[in-house]
């Protein structure tokens, strides 16, 4: 296989059906492209999906950070820059770099792991290809924006909101889809505090997997000025046990 670049840079457009009121990228969908772009470089890298599902593996998100400067408007070109900046056994880190034109708008980061379709279980990536994934390892690019932060909650935390889970929600690992989530936790703030409030920074950290069916409740806390953290919990129909899915930390500045 041709050795590529470690770094991939993919061209998009903030299509206008995925924007917001304010004509600004929803940031779900914004997280969308960032996991696309992580899909498109590690299958064009031969470790990506098209090579793993065939053999029974995958990769699952365990944690994203995205902190922006601003959002891409309604059809601007932008562009996703992506690298892998870490392996270990069981995990890697990924980073991103949003930009248009010259001009950088934001960054990502992200934890993956590899778990078998089949156990759920994790899988040691450095078996896959014979480490394949080390070749592409790039420590020298900046990603100057802070790593996950351990998102802490008191049990003061307020249930806020109960959400059923239907067929549009799973993906294609069979679980409720890592986007849903975000789209849950920012809608926990009404369309008029998106007036005077901007996104700066936005944390999730995938705990467990909830499946079609299970109902989602959201706890809420304030934390800082204009910060809050979030707490999901799944409860299946039979049972009425409360078990953690996803910890989320937001960030808002006001305009």
Same mark, same amino acid.
């Given at each position: ?35 696309? *772009? ?6 064009? =890298? ?16 365990? =944690? ?15 562009? &996703?820059?992506?690298? &892998?900046? *870490? ?97 849950? &936790?920012l809608n926990l703030w009404p369309l008029e505090w998106y007036r005077h409030h901007f996104l700066k920074r936005f ?46 930390? &937001? ?5």
């Amino acid at each position: 296989m041709e050795k590529l670049s470690k770094i991939g840079s993919y061209e998009l457009l903030a299509e206008p059906f995925h924007c917001d009121f304010s004509h600004h990228l929803f940031m779900g969908h914004l997280g969308n492209h960032l996991l696309n *772009a992580a899909d498109f470089h590690s299958n064009d =890298r031969g470790y990506g999906m098209t090579f793993l599902n065939p053999i029974h593996r995958t990769w699952v998100l365990s =944690r994203l950070a995205i902190e922006m400067n601003e959002m891409p408007e309604a059809y601007d070109r932008f562009t &996703v820059d992506t690298w &892998v900046d *870490a392996v270990m056994r069981y995990f890697t880190s990924r980073n991103f770099r949003i930009s248009k034109g010259s001009k950088t708008i934001g960054y990502g980061r992200s934890i993956w792991a590899m778990i078998d379709t089949d156990t759920r279980q994790p899988v040691d990536i450095l078996n896959i290809r014979n480490g394949l994934i080390t070749q592409y390892v790039d420590t020298d690019t900046p990603c100057p924006i802070e790593k996950s932060s351990r998102v802490k909650m008191t049990e003061t935390a307020s249930l806020v909101q109960s959400i059923a889970t239907h067929y549009s929600d799973v993906d294609m690992n069979g679980h409720i889809n890592s986007v849903k989530y975000i789209e849950h &936790v920012l809608n926990l703030w009404p369309l008029e505090w998106y007036r005077h409030h901007f996104l700066k920074r936005f944390e999730i950290a995938y705990v467990a997997e909830s499946h079609c069916g299970d109902t989602l409740n959201l706890y809420q806390e304030e934390t800082g000025e204009g910060e809050f953290c979030v707490r999901i919990t799944k409860r299946s129909n039979a049972t009425a046990e409360e078990t953690e899915v996803v910890r989320s930390k &937001v960030k808002f500045i006001k305009e």
